[in-house]
C-alpha cells in the first residue's frame, strides 16, 4: 500500500492564481481530512469527509473547497490564492471504526503565494 | 470547545538524557489524546495514544506517556534519548462523538545534541 500519497510536493502561486491539491489513499478510508500547518503553529482542520459524496468545514474552510466524488481522492482547492494561504498542507486518512482509530498522514504540500 | 496546549516551544537536550514534553488540554467531555511525530520535511506519524484504560501508554521508539485526568496533562517521556529523535512532536485531542477530528497543539521541537 501506498498509504496517503500528495501531489505536488511543491508549489509557487501568484496572488489570484487557482491550484488543485490533490489527495489519495488506497486505505479504503472513509474518513478523509485537509490541514493547514502555518510555521511554529499546530494544525489546523480545514475540511474533512466522512465518506463519499459528504464533506464538512473544520476550523478554517474560508478560501478552500473540497469535493469526495470516490472513497480514494480528495482534492483540495484554492480558487483565488492569497498570501494567507501560505503554508503546509496535510491530506490524513482514517478507517471508520470509532474516534480510536489513527490518522495517516501524507507527506504535505508545501505551497507559496506571492 | 477541546484546546490543547504545549507548553515548550523548543526543548534543547543533550544524547542519552531523559526528555519530557509537556502537553495539557481542555475539554468538557471526554478525550482520547495522541501524540504524533514529525521529522523534517516528512508527514506526521503517531507515536502513541490513550484511549482508555491504564493510563500509561506505551509507543514506538521507547516513548512513553502518562495521562493525568486531574490535571489534565498527557506529558510525553523517553528515558534515553538518541540523536534521531531530533523532530517536531504534537500533542493531540480527539473528543468523544466529534467524528475523531483532531485538535493539535502549536508543537514541541526537540533537539538532541551530541
Known amino acids: 500500500n501506498a498509504g496517503v500519497t500528495q501531489t505536488p510536493k511543491f508549489r509557487i502561486l501568484k496572488i489570484g492564481q487557482s491550484m488543485t491539491l490533490q489527495c489519495t489513499q488506497d486505505?479504503?478510508?472513509?474518513?478523509m481530512y485537509w490541514y493547514r500547518q502555518d510555521p511554529g503553529m499546530g494544525l489546523k482542520l480545514i475540511y474533512y469527509s466522512v465518506g463519499a459524496g459528504i464533506t464538512d468545514k473544520g476550523e478554517v474552510p474560508n478560501g478552500y473547497n473540497v469535493s469526495r466524488s470516490t472513497t480514494e481522492d480528495f482534492p483540495l482547492r484554492l480558487e483565488l490564492a492569497a498570501p494567507s494561504q501560505t503554508s503546509v498542507y496535510f491530506c490524513a486518512s482514517r478507517p471508520s471504526g470509532g474516534s480510536t482509530d489513527t490518522q495517516y498522514f501524507g507527506p504535505g504540500t508545501r505551497l507559496t503565494v506571492l | 470547545a477541546q484546546s490543547v496546549t504545549q507548553l515548550d516551544s523548543q526543548v534543547p537536550v543533550f544524547e542519552e538524557a531523559p526528555v519530557e514534553l509537556r502537553c495539557n488540554y481542555s475539554?468538557?467531555?471526554?478525550?482520547?489524546l495522541f501524540w504524533y511525530v514529525q521529522y523534517p520535511n516528512q508527514g506526521l506519524q503517531l507515536l502513541l495514544k490513550y484511549l482508555s484504560g491504564s493510563t500509561l501508554v506505551k509507543g514506538i521508539n521507547g516513548f512513553e506517556a502518562e495521562f493525568n485526568k486531574s490535571q489534565t496533562s498527557f506529558h510525553l517521556r523517553k528515558p534515553s534519548v538518541h540523536i534521531s529523535d531530533t523532530a517536531e512532536y504534537f500533542c493531540a485531542v480527539s473528543e468523544l462523538g466529534s467524528g475523531s477530528r483532531l485538535t493539535f497543539g502549536e508543537g514541541t521541537q526537540l533537539t538532541v545534541n551530541p
Open positions: 475539554s468538557s467531555v471526554s478525550v482520547y
Open positions: 486505505m479504503n478510508h472513509n474518513y
